[in-house]
């Protein structure tokens, strides 16, 4: 059974990457951007890297510090708040809280924020409070935002909200990506404007989540990529609609970039997976890759696709192998199916295995595909029963047919059923070939049409022949011609009969006058003769007989005879009569009045007489009274009592 499936999956997990703070302000950064916003109970631990107020070209080196020391040891408070921050930067806790306290208390707004940093360290967040309080009430914006954060994790919402404003307000970054932060959890609008604010200035993972909200506008897309059997999913964002607007897949685009070009992991997954879905493969690949070296396992996953496409599959298991051992079901399936495809069934089990420890529901179904090929029915049949009761609609249509093929249709019924309404096309199309076989055509008809308006070709060749039966050939058209476009020979040849039934009669071709141009019905005809449809192929041959062309007609005859068409073998004995060649025409006649055809066995009939083989003569009468048409047998009884005659007297 071929498979359908889903490619690895590029989703975010609501997890954040770590913040490397650019960022020039009045104290360390507080945020720690790996933890979800709703769990940052542990923000206090990151890395406090954010610029301080005087200046980052202010380097700590020991000749700078001594200068500091000498001039807060003379009673500087500028000197002593430098100092302070520098000794703070370093570790040194209580060499850095007296100079911090003493310029604190000449009025330095700089020492108090850090000195609430210092205290928060220490394990006093109320006293840190307090002391961000009186930076912030100064005007310090990186003391509001600490202060916003520390209400926000006591739960004190509308107090982290008014004070991560007033650090957003004054154009501080991470005040606003922690007020956007908060507006999202809580659900208010407005929050992608201070994530902008944030992204513009150089903050990564708002520029990371912004990208993430203007892409949730648009509708995600789930191209089907099929591995060998294997089936992975993938989440690909949406192409740029062109328009400019910031609020296109184009401005998705920019802010993913920007996220990437400054170490943003998920980003440079997520921009990868937009460059592929564009065709830029090249340059897809180079994000991918430097997402993948940073331990983004689905960006190992996705460069592993793109090197298997360029045909490079050891470097692609390389990468699949590495995402795989980091707990990726995509990878872990895609491995699978290498080593499936390569005859290895039991590193291909055990891979799918993996998989499916790992929570993709793939893996179990692609272990059914494994145990189904091997003939392990009832082994396929436990992975097939898991992965469907897991949701995985593919393999709830794979259940079904094993069940069908058992002899337990109503037990197939509901789950083609349960795969279709969660919108598998071949489950629709199944279910319509299971209602037909009850002759409920009804119902049969509505699945077929399910099935058809999502692309299933042969669900659309019934749904046109349906139409014919019904007399209504405008739609009868309609759904041949999709169904022939997608390459069925038997659409194709319906719908060249349709169109051939509107034709006036051709008149016949006069030697030397030039040859009219194919009709469309000709051409459809003759597509599906070319992909091996013997009725088609008789057609075709006897239209190029009726244009006067005996040696094209020969070859379709031909062609639909030895395919086992007795027609095409009647009539390619017509033409090898007509050219003298009686003996070998006997023997295709004598195929054809074998399968059945009536008039071959008079054909024959005739032949023998004229040879005075009287009783073989009769022989084939016999045949063909029995063969029919009416017409034939009453020719053959008259031609068979002749002979009789004949042969008494």
């Known amino acids: 059974m071929e498979c359908m499936g889903d490619r690895a999956t590029l989703l975010d997990t609501g997890r954040f990457e770590r913040q490397h703070a650019g960022e020039a302000a ?16 542990g923000w206090h631990a990151a890395a406090m890297d954010a610029a301080m107020d005087f200046a980052e070209a202010a380097a700590d080196t020991v000749e700078t510090e001594a200068r500091h020391r000498r001039a807060a040891d003379d009673g500087d408070a500028a000197s002593m708040s430098v100092l302070g921050a520098m000794l703070l930067r370093r570790g040194d806790l209580d060499g850095a809280e007296p100079y911090l306290r003493a310029a604190t208390a000449a009025g330095d707004r700089a020492a108090a924020n850090n000195l609430g940093v210092l205290l928060h360290q220490r394990g006093y967040p109320d006293e840190a409070a307090g002391w961000w309080r009186v930076a912030a009430v100064a005007g310090s914006a990186a003391a509001a935002h600490a202060l916003g954060r520390h209400h926000r994790e006591r739960g004190d919402e509308p107090a982290a909200e008014y004070w991560l404003r007033q650090s957003a307000e004054q154009g501080h970054a991470l005040g606003a990506y922690a007020l956007a932060d908060l507006m999202e959890h809580r659900g208010d609008t407005g929050y992608e404007g201070w994530l902008r604010v944030a992204a513009e200035q150089g903050h990564r993972e708002a520029a990371y989540r912004l990208a993430r909200a203007l892409e949730r506008r648009f509708p995600r897309r789930e191209p089907v990529d099929t591995l060998t059997g294997v089936a992975v999913t993938v989440d690909v964002p949406p192409p740029d609609d062109g328009d400019g607007d910031d609020d296109t897949a184009g401005s998705v685009e920019q802010w993913y970039r920007q996220a990437a ?10 921009l990868g997976a937009i460059l592929e879905k564009r065709g830029e493969v090249k340059e897809a690949g180079r994000w991918y890759l430097m997402a993948a070296k940073d331990g983004e396992p689905r960006a190992a996953c996705a460069l592993g696709f793109l090197l298997r496409d360029a045909g490079d599959e050891e470097s692609a298991a390389v990468w699949w192998l590495r995402a795989a051992q980091d707990g990726d079901g995509n990878a872990a399936n895609a491995l699978g199916a290498l080593h499936a495809a390569r005859g290895e069934y039991q590193t291909a089990e055990r891979w799918y295995r993996a998989a499916t420890d790992a929570g993709d529901v793939n893996g179990a179904y692609n272990l059914g595909l494994l145990f189904s090929a091997q003939g392990r029915t009832a082994q396929a049949e436990q992975w097939y029963r898991r992965a469907a009761y897991a949701g995985h609609r593919e393999a709830a249509n794979a259940l079904a047919i094993l069940l069908l093929q058992a002899g337990d249709p109503h037990g197939a019924e509901p789950w083609f059923s349960k795969a279709a309404e969660a919108g598998s096309v071949d489950a629709a199309f199944n279910l319509g070939i299971l209602y037909a076989g ?22 659309a060749l019934q749904v046109g022949m349906a139409r014919l039966r019904d007399g209504d050939e405008r739609e009868a058209e309609r759904h041949l011609r999709c169904a022939a476009g ?3 020979a038997e659409a194709a040849f319906r719908l060249a009969t349709v169109l051939d039934a509107r034709q006036p009669p051709p008149e016949p071709h006069t030697l030397g006058q030039p040859r ?9 005809y003759e597509r599906a003769a070319e992909q091996g449809h013997r009725r088609a192929q008789v057609r075709v041959g006897m239209l190029a007989a009726a244009r006067g062309d005996v040696a094209e007609a020969a070859r379709w005859y031909r062609e639909a005879a030895e395919a086992g068409s007795r027609n095409g073998a009647f009539n390619l004995g017509l033409l090898l009569a007509r050219e003298g060649n009686e003996r070998e025409a006997a023997l295709w006649w004598s195929r054809a009045a074998r399968a059945g055809h009536g008039r071959a066995a008079l054909r024959l009939a005739l032949l023998a007489a004229r040879r005075g083989e009287l009783a073989e ?13 009416a017409e034939v047998a009453e020719r053959a009884a008259r031609l068979s009592e002749a002979l009789h005659q004949e042969l008494t007297a």
Do not use: I, M, N, Q
Request: glycine content about 10%; overall charge negative; proline content about 4%.
């Open 617 to 629: 003569g009769r022989r084939w009468c016999a045949r063909a009274v029995e063969l029919g048409p």
């Open 26 to 41: 009045e104290a360390f950064d507080h945020a720690d951007a790996d933890a979800a916003p709703e769990a940052t109970g």
């Open 516 to 524: 009219a141009p194919k009709t469309e019905c000709e051409e459809w």
């Open 261 to 270: 070009a400054r170490g943003h992991r998920r980003a440079a997954l997520h």
């Open 438 to 459: 009850r002759d409920d055509d009804r119902t049969a008809l509505g699945w077929y049409e399910r099935a058809a308006a999502a692309g299933h070709t042969e669900a």
């Open 486 to 488: 997608s390459g069925s």
